[in-house]
């Protein structure tokens, strides 16, 4: 996977060993989608490293395909866009404090469902009970 950057005499402050990935081999890498690998960088989350022209062919580095995996095992976790922006831009952030947020957030949300599974439990008993009382003839 990836090829190599190449060698020439431009001024540019690339390692020339370094290896390059297409969106695609991110993505096998990665087991993200190209949708979602635009999304972030049309947000600015996860800019490419270089685009060629003539077609903005998107390249990334080592350093995005690790940024990239911080990305997903944050979004795994339930962090939203704004908290691993916070996370992995901000450097005077206090990242307990980001991260305990959202596990509050997502107790907060997970008693909501559970009410919710409770309520939808008892409207299909009322239903059994309903059904059987009245059987279809």
Do not use: W
């Amino acid at each position: 996977f990836g090829r190599r950057a190449q060698m020439d005499n431009s001024t540019d402050n690339r390692n020339h060993d370094e290896t390059l990935y297409s969106v695609g081999e991110i993505c096998r890498i990665t087991g993200i989608t190209r949708k979602t690998l635009f999304y972030y960088d049309r947000i600015g989350l996860l800019v490419p490293y270089e685009r060629t022209e003539p077609q903005q062919f998107k390249l990334y580095d080592r350093e995005r395909l690790e940024r990239l995996n911080c990305i997903i095992e944050y979004r795994r976790a339930g962090l939203r866009i704004a908290e691993i922006r916070a996370l992995l831009d901000d450097c005077y952030v206090n990242r307990l404090e980001v991260m305990n947020g959202a596990l509050e957030r997502l107790l907060r949300e997970k008693n909501g469902v559970d009410r919710q599974i409770r309520n939808l439990k008892e409207l299909i008993d009322t239903e059994e009970n309903f059904a059987n009382k009245n059987p279809e003839k």
